[in-house]
Structures are given as structure tokens and as C-alpha cells.
């Protein structure tokens, strides 16, 4: 394996997303050490960090108020889009920032970022990607790379799910669609 086409993918590790925030996912506390661990090989053997984010406006569509499913969280410059301080992401990580329009809402890491070009200019083929939520942000995410043609290893010790009985079921569908789960 080439160390040069590798890069992590840490996605929407936010404190509205962890535990005490808004739209907390359950047992999001435990991904810490395995994340913090990823990172120190990521930085070991050179390859790039990046770390997406809900980086949401005041009045955004997935708003509840505006009839979305989701509670207010990670709107722009709040507490609670700030990553959260337990990962240790170091400040050369890339932040990738998603769902930044007022009317338009993004799950997927590559939903209107151009990650993709972004990674393909920079020769990376394979994504280990962990981060919140298992079953939105991150299944959108691992199924977007892989359609774009990414090899994708999926850190199950770095995510955790809404819905925690649902988490095999995505381990398991994502596995199907062509995700390593490491």
C-alpha cells in the first residue's frame, strides 16, 4: 500500500454532535481514543487530515423551525460547531465545511465541497474515515467516496450511530457497498 495515497477523513466531530450538545449521539464519547489514536498514525506516516464540519447558517433548512428534521446545531461561529476539544486534530488538519447555505442541506462530506477534487489533485485513493453520526453523516460520506471511486476503510471503534440498533445493519450495508471495516 502506498502511505502517499491515504488520507484520514474525520467527519462532523462537533460538540453539538457529542455528548452535552444539541443533537448529541449517544456513547459519542467513546470514539476519542480510537480518532486520537488515527490521528497519530495519520501523522506518522504523513498523510493528510481532514476534518468535515456541519457549518450551518442562523435559519437553516434542516431546522425544525423551518421543517426540517433536525434541532438547531453547529451554526456558524457558535460553541457548538467548534470540533470537539477531546480530538486532537492538528491545526495543519484541512476543515471541510458543509450545509452552508440556507436552503440547501448536506449529509456527505462531498456534498457541494469538491472534496473530491480536492483529494484526487492531491494523488489520495484511500479514505479511513471515522466521526458522527454512523447512520447520517458518515454512511453519507463512506457511500459518496465509494461512488466517486475511493477506496474506503471505515473505523468502527471511531463512530458511533443515532440510533445505536441500527449500527450493524450500516456497518453491515456499508461493507456490502465496498467499505473496508477496520
Given at each position: 500500500?502506498?502511505?502517499?495515497?491515504?488520507?484520514?477523513?474525520?467527519?462532523?466531530?462537533?460538540?453539538?454532535?457529542?455528548?452535552?450538545?444539541?443533537?448529541?449521539?449517544?456513547?459519542?464519547?467513546?470514539?476519542?481514543?480510537?480518532?486520537?489514536?488515527?490521528?497519530?498514525?495519520?501523522?506518522?506516516?504523513?498523510?493528510?487530515?481532514?476534518?468535515?464540519?456541519?457549518?450551518?447558517?442562523?435559519?437553516?433548512?434542516?431546522?425544525?423551525?423551518?421543517?426540517?428534521?433536525?434541532?438547531?446545531?453547529?451554526?456558524?461561529?457558535?460553541?457548538?460547531?467548534?470540533?470537539?476539544?477531546?480530538?486532537?486534530?492538528?491545526?495543519?488538519?484541512?476543515?471541510?465545511?458543509?450545509?452552508?447555505?440556507?436552503?440547501?442541506?448536506?449529509?456527505?462530506a462531498f456534498d457541494g465541497t469538491e472534496?473530491?477534487?480536492?483529494?484526487?489533485?492531491?494523488?489520495?485513493?484511500?479514505?479511513?474515515?471515522?466521526?458522527?453520526?454512523?447512520?447520517?453523516?458518515?454512511?453519507?460520506?463512506?457511500?459518496?467516496?465509494?461512488?466517486?471511486?475511493?477506496?474506503?476503510?471505515?473505523?468502527?471503534?471511531?463512530?458511533?450511530?443515532?440510533?445505536?440498533?441500527?449500527?450493524?445493519?450500516?456497518?453491515?450495508?456499508?461493507?456490502?457497498?465496498?467499505?473496508?471495516?477496520?
Amino acid at each position: 500500500m502506498n502511505t502517499g495515497s491515504n488520507a484520514l477523513l474525520l467527519v462532523d466531530v462537533q460538540n453539538d454532535f457529542c455528548e452535552g450538545g444539541s443533537l448529541a449521539v449517544p456513547g459519542s464519547d467513546e470514539i476519542f481514543p480510537a480518532i486520537n489514536e488515527w490521528i497519530g498514525k495519520a501523522q506518522e506516516a504523513g498523510w493528510p487530515i481532514l476534518a468535515s464540519r456541519d457549518w450551518h447558517t442562523v435559519d437553516h433548512i434542516s431546522f425544525q423551525d423551518r421543517g426540517g428534521p433536525w434541532p438547531v446545531h453547529c451554526v456558524q461561529d457558535t460553541p457548538g460547531a467548534e470540533f470537539h476539544p477531546k480530538m486532537e486534530l492538528p491545526d495543519s488538519a484541512i476543515r471541510v465545511s458543509k450545509g452552508t447555505a440556507f436552503d440547501t442541506d448536506a449529509y456527505s462530506a462531498f456534498d457541494g465541497t469538491e472534496l473530491d477534487s480536492y483529494l484526487r489533485r492531491h494523488g489520495i485513493h484511500r479514505l479511513f474515515v471515522a466521526g458522527l453520526a454512523l447512520d447520517v453523516c458518515v454512511q453519507a460520506t463512506v457511500k459518496d467516496a465509494l461512488k466517486l471511486g475511493f477506496e474506503v476503510e471505515l473505523i468502527t471503534s471511531g463512530t458511533r450511530a443515532v440510533e445505536a440498533d441500527e449500527a450493524p445493519a450500516v456497518f453491515e450495508q456499508l461493507k456490502e457497498e465496498g467499505a473496508e471495516l477496520c
